[in-house]
């Protein structure tokens, strides 16, 4: 096991992974607000580990970003994933989705020399995170917070946290 350290992604790299994943143009804003999801409406919170199951990093798309997204992703008409967001509840088949993405951007943690990573967990929006987790989602580590917009659908704020 290496005992280098996880490496931060960059917005390009977050921003080109989605556009890949979902086949649309993704503008991206750096600088944001974090996320934070104890915000109504909440927020997916994907944790990642290492081999040793030692939390290392964290990925949080806000409620609409999520449900744009896991929209997105199976072609899913952005009627759908509007009404989710105006309803401020993320619909199980976008939820699975949006955790399907998050599982896709491990690949954004895991470079040579770098400790290896994996989705562990997948949090849906208002469900309570474990201390070990909601303890870092707005501490001062290294994070990248952004508002990425997705062509067609809409847009949301997404933080990425190495711990």
């Not at 759908?80 to 976008?94: C, K, N, Y």
């Not at 895991?110 to 989705?119: E, K, M, S, T, V």
Request: proline share 7%; net charge negative; no cysteine.
């Amino acid at each position: 096991m290496s005992t280098a350290e996880t490496p931060l992604p960059a917005a390009l790299e977050v921003r080109e992974l989605l556009e890949g994943l979902l086949g649309r143009d993704v503008e991206a804003t750096v600088g944001t607000a974090p996320v934070n999801p104890t915000q109504h409406p909440g927020a997916v919170v994907g944790v990642y580990v290492d081999d040793l199951l030692k939390l290392r990093a964290l990925f949080l798309m806000d409620m609409p970003l999520a449900a744009w997204a896991g929209a997105a992703i199976a072609l899913i008409p952005a009627a759908t994933a509007r009404d989710s967001v105006e309803q401020g509840l993320i619909t199980p088949m976008l939820f699975d989705n949006t955790a399907e993405i998050l599982n896709v951007a491990a690949s954004l943690f895991n470079h040579d020399g770098a400790p290896h990573l994996r989705l562990y967990e997948t949090y849906a929006p208002r469900e309570t995170l474990p201390a070990d987790v909601s303890k870092w989602v707005m501490a001062y580590v290294k994070r990248l917070d952004m508002e990425l917009d997705i062509t067609g659908y809409g847009s949301g704020l997404v933080s990425v946290l190495v711990v």
